[in-house]
């Protein structure tokens, strides 16, 4: 079997046949299923951004688009103030406007801002943009993340992999000292940075990387974060402290000696039922071409355990069992000078150190154990392929209305704008709008057997978006102004961005132009400038041919 292809989006590992990456979710293509550049799919079009140029708060003025994910996008910035750059978080916004969300984001970023610590992203503000988008503005790194430079360099050795991991520890006892958990420890949440050093890391999306709208879930729900490195306890929905964040950070260790994850699956259900019931193999078993100190084994076979009281009590006990898994390994030879291994912070008595080689002394046992028990058990038969195959699509499928048509060639970012513009129009109350929108994450989730992610989200977005198209206007919509311009300038249109721009600012220089003629004004642009759903061309009202409702 050929070597296990990694996602381009998000640089995961990902199993042969696999047809979704199971860090990100994106589409995978290729002849071995590898993702292409970019969403993880046939390229789209370019759309014009309208955050690009815009001012955060007076402070930041975005630049580019560094990328996108599950909560919204994130972008480069400019703070000319202090002369330095930044990176700017922007939550989706139908999460920015979920008060629950909002609330858990602010109390999230304000516990990650008073993190302080040399291995953790510093935060620079957060808040809200006049039209309720919630940001979070932190300290940019120039580097690559960890999930990268696996995908450039592949298996990282012992001392690096141990130099890279302890540093994360330090990171995360400063958190769980505060009473912050990270949650989503993963390799693309690690940034190796260029400048601080050779092997200098730092750790992004404290607290914040699982805001979503999962957490009012329904029971059988997975809850938020990367099905791939996420402990049993957290994949089962139950409450979580920090040996929760050492067990995937001993995941990402693991991944890091050896090549791929102790557990690799099609989906996250799988991942679920892995994590929580199957036995991690050792990695001498995964890779015995790799020379894993069996002192290094046994401690990331400890903090691999199902039950959080089996692993280490804290993540500076972590970083300490892994140095002492390396220095007490006489056949280790000399570190790269690259990655030196520095002393430990804190003075050793004889005791510690003497319990310190016992724990080695037992550890090795424990892995040969373990390698022999692996070596006698019997090979799982690979069936992960065979669940993840795809079907060929159905007759049913194909057939489809002229304006579902014009709607599924969109992308999902512009359905989700197209769906916004509608609730304006038809007067769409906010707790409406959400309950919709909570509606549509549910059923987004829930992707058929077969089927592919992303088409399945246009297939739930359309739906939706004929639906309240179809719908008399409920009232006058209650938007404020500064809401309506992000909808105007967010939306499928024919003008640009700039000439939107122009217009805006046009119509706020009339002299003594009344908020209700601007809201009017805006409503008209809205209505006229958006899309024509019967020719496919943007310019026209909404003009719908009759369909059944595909509300459930």
Same mark, same amino acid.
């Given at each position: ?75 480069l ?9 930044a990176?700017?978080?922007v ?42 988008? @919630? ?10 993340? @960890?999930?990268q430079?696996?995908v ?26 505060h009473g ?51 402990s ?44 929580r ?12 071409e ?15 355990a ?5 692993r ?10 892994l ?44 892995a ?44 999902v ?5 197209? @769906?916004e ?34 088409t ?7 739906? @939706? ?35 939107r ?47 059944p409702?595909?509300?459930?």
């Amino acid at each position: 079997m050929g070597p296990v292809p990694n996602c381009a989006h998000c640089g995961a590992l990902v199993a042969i046949g696999a047809r979704q990456c199971p860090g990100c979710g994106v589409t995978l293509s290729g002849r071995d299923h590898a993702t292409l550049p970019g969403r993880g799919h046939a390229p789209e079009p370019s759309v014009e951004d309208a955050m690009i140029g815009r001012s955060i708060i007076g402070q930041f003025e975005v630049k580019a688009k560094l990328g996108e994910g599950g909560m919204g996008s994130v972008y480069l910035a400019d703070q000319p103030t202090v002369g330095r750059t930044a990176v700017i978080k922007v939550i989706h916004p139908w999460l920015s406007k979920d008060p629950g969300i909002s609330a858990r984001f602010d109390a999230e970023a304000r516990a990650a801002a008073r993190l302080q610590n040399p291995h953790i992203v510093s935060i620079y503000n957060y808040g809200k943009l006049p039209d309720g988008t @919630l940001f979070l503005a932190m300290e940019h790194i120039k580097g690559s993340t @960890l999930a990268q430079t696996m995908v450039s360099r592949g298996r990282i050795e012992p001392s690096r992999a141990v130099n890279i991991g302890a540093q994360c520890c330090e990171a995360l006892a400063e958190a769980h000292r505060h009473g912050v958990i990270h949650r989503d420890v993963k390799p693309s949440n690690i940034m190796v940075a260029e400048r601080q050093g050779p092997g200098f890391v730092k750790m992004v999306d404290f607290g914040v990387a699982t805001i979503d709208a999962r957490e009012a879930a329904s029971p059988g729900r997975l809850p938020a974060g990367t099905p791939c490195y996420m402990s049993p306890e957290q994949l089962a929905g139950q409450a979580v402290d920090g040996r929760s964040d050492i067990y995937s950070l001993a995941v990402v260790i693991y991944e890091m000696l050896v090549g791929q994850p102790p557990f690799l699956a099609s989906t996250p259900e799988q991942y679920a039922r892995k994590h929580r019931e199957v036995p991690p193999p050792a990695p001498s078993a995964i890779a015995p071409e790799v020379d894993v100190p069996p002192a290094l084994e046994a401690c990331l076979m400890r903090a691999l355990a199902k039950e959080p009281h089996a692993r280490p009590l804290s993540a500076e006990r972590f970083a300490d069992e892994l140095w002492s898994s390396i220095m007490a390994t006489p056949t280790m030879g000399t570190p790269t000078q690259s990655f030196t291994i520095p002393p430990p912070r804190r003075r050793r008595t004889m005791l510690v150190a003497g319990l310190m080689v016992a724990l080695a002394v037992v550890g090795v046992g424990a892995a040969a154990l373990v390698r022999h028990s692996a070596q006698t058990l019997p090979a799982a038969a690979p069936s992960d392929a065979r669940e993840s195959a795809e079907p060929p699509p159905t007759a049913a499928s194909a057939t489809t209305s002229p304006a579902r048509a014009v709607l599924m060639a969109r992308s999902v970012v512009e359905l989700e704008a197209e @769906l916004e513009r509608v609730a304006v129009l038809r007067g769409r109350g906010s707790k409406a709008v959400m309950e919709a929108m909570t509606a549509y994450y549910e059923r987004a989730r829930a992707v058929p057997p077969g089927s592919d992610t992303e088409t399945h989200r246009r297939h739930v977005l359309v739906g @939706l978006i004929l639906d309240w198209a179809r719908e008399p206007s409920h009232a006058p919509s209650h938007s404020s102004i500064a809401e309506l311009e992000a909808v105007f300038l967010r939306m499928n249109s024919p003008l640009g961005l700039q000439e939107r721009r122009d217009m805006l600012r046009e119509a706020k220089d009339v002299d003594g132009a009344l908020p209700s003629s601007i809201r009017a004004r805006l409503l008209s642009w809205i209505d006229t400038h958006g899309l024509d759903y019967e020719t496919g061309d943007p310019g026209a009202e909404m003009v719908l041919e009759d369909e059944p409702s595909t509300t459930d």
